[in-house]
């Protein structure tokens, strides 16, 4: 014997009789979800709409004393992440000689 669930919006649970006569429960049905997506939405097109540089960037800072490369940088990346990095900046004061750089910005490919 099954029994329909009356409201159609509740979650409702199946109940039939089973081979000995006990009455056996199905799992509850499913509850459509509505899309909130437009289906007539354009497709994105990373090429066409990629992200300003200042939404694509890292800022990194150093201790002092141990400062990277841009080549040390670029290449953690490209290990961990494959070609991602664009460019890589590394702040050097005027007088490099006497105070190593102590921040740096990596700009990525995509966002």
């Known amino acids: ?13 199946l109940s039939s ?7 056996v429960f199905d799992a509850p049905t499913a509850q459509r979800v509505q899309s ?3 289906p007539f939405a354009n497709e994105w097109n990373p090429i ?5 540089e200042e939404d694509r960037c890292l800022y990194v800072t150093f201790s002092k004393g141990f400062p990277l ?3 040390q940088i670029s290449h953690f990346f490209a290990q961990k992440f494959g070609p991602c990095v664009e460019r890589v900046y ?3 004061p005027s007088e490099s000689w006497k105070n190593p750089p102590l921040f740096g910005k990596v ?4 966002s």
């Open 17 to 23: 009789s089973g081979v000995d006569g006990s009455e």
């Open 90 to 92: 590394v702040h050097r």
């Open 1 to 13: 014997m099954m029994s329909a669930p009356e409201d159609s919006n509740k979650r409702a649970t």
């Open 36 to 38: 909130k997506l437009n």
């Open 48 to 52: 066409s709409e990629q992200l300003p």
């Open 107 to 110: 700009v990525f490919n995509k």
């Open 69 to 71: 490369t841009e080549a």
